[in-house]
């Protein structure tokens, strides 16, 4: 089993930046991808960015690429998400998710292991 627990979230203005954490612990000694969702009001939960075990692998959701970044830690057994130039539509909760196994991918299905989520919103 995999705990995790995100962090950071808030009330920034557009154009503004913010730092998500996510805080693994558990069977944290096993190989395992990472990667953020998110769910805005009414929407389904998407894809945002994963990251494989080693962290030489990344992948972007296109509504993000260029302005969020994906970086993990595996000796502090965190994974963060970078998000810049952020806009009203980044507005949601935001979960960290994980998964056994060395490789990200981009539908939820493929993840075991989810955070409580951070909401994260963005004014206008």
């Known amino acids: 089993q995999l705990q995790l627990v995100e962090s950071g979230g808030g009330l920034v203005q557009a154009g503004g930046s913010l730092r998500l954490s996510c805080a693994a612990s558990g069977r944290t000694f096993s190989p395992y991808a990472m990667a953020w969702f998110r769910q805005a009001p009414g929407k389904e939960r998407e894809f945002v960015a994963g990251i494989s075990w080693s962290g030489r692998g990344t992948n972007y959701a296109d509504s993000v690429k260029g302005r969020f970044t994906i970086s993990r830690e595996n000796a502090k057994n965190t994974v963060y998400l970078q998000m810049s130039s952020l806009k009203p539509e980044d507005t949601a909760v935001y979960y960290c998710?994980?998964?056994?196994?060395?490789?990200?991918?981009?539908?939820?299905?493929?993840?075991?292991?989810w955070g409580q989520g951070t909401q994260v919103t963005v004014s206008s």
């Open positions: 998710a994980g998964r056994s196994g060395a490789t990200t991918y981009s539908d939820i299905a493929s993840y075991q292991y």
